[in-house]
């Protein structure tokens, strides 16, 4: 699940060699911290937060396999 949340947040990420991910696992409770650039804020969370509610909706849709529940923060670098 972790690489479907790098592979989606790369793609719209304008740098993503500057975007850093922190992975936290409690049981079945996983959060993903992901901090990225300043100037990538609108293209990660995308108009009215459309793309960061999709990629959630996508791993709690691939998450029900792994029986876990994913939390993803996107924060901007500095936050």
């Known amino acids: 699940m972790i690489e479907l949340i790098k592979y989606v947040v790369g793609s719209f990420a ?3 060699e ?5 992975i936290k ?5 996983v959060t993903v911290t992901v901090t990225r650039d ?4 609108v ?8 793309i960061a509610k999709a990629l959630r909706t996508l791993v709690r849709a691939g998450s029900v ?9 996107i924060r901007e670098r500095g936050e």
């Open 14 to 16: 304008e740098k993503p």
């Open 18 to 22: 500057l975007v850093d991910y922190d």
């Open 25 to 29: 696992e409690d049981g079945k409770a």
């Open 38 to 41: 300043p100037e990538d804020m």
């Open 43 to 50: 293209k990660v969370i995308g108009r009215q937060g459309k």
């Open 65 to 73: 396999k792994e029986h876990k529940k994913y939390d993803i923060q």
